[in-house]
C-alpha cells in the first residue's frame, strides 16, 4: 500500500506556503528519527494521511533539520503534533498516542 506519497515532508524554507497558507486543515509531526516514540506514531500518521487524504493535510518536519519553525513554535519535547486550520493554530498534542485519540484530534480541525 502507498501511504508515503500522502504525507509531505515540510521545512523552515516551505512551511509558511505548505502549512499556514494551506487551503485544508494541516496536522504538523514535529519528529526526529532519533526518537522512538516517533517512529511509533511515524506509520499510524501515514495511515491516517491516507484516511483523511481528501480533508486533512498530515505533514512532517525534522526538528534537528528545522530549528527556526520548531523553535518558533516551542518545540521543546517530540513528537508533538500542531493542527492548523486557516493559518493558525488551533491545538497541540504531545507524545505517543493511541490512533482513536489521534482522530478525535484530527476532527478537531474538519
Known sequence: ?????TLVHV??????QEI???DKPVLVDFWAPWCGPCRAIGPVLEELALSYKDRIKIAKMNVDDNPKTSAAYGVRSIPMLLLFKDGKLLDTLIGLV????LETFIKKGL
Open 20 to 22: 499556514i497558507k494551506s
Open 1 to 5: 500500500m502507498e501511504t508515503e506519497s
Open 98 to 101: 493511541p490512533r482513536d485519540r
Open 11 to 16: 521545512n523552515d524554507i516551505d512551511f509558511e
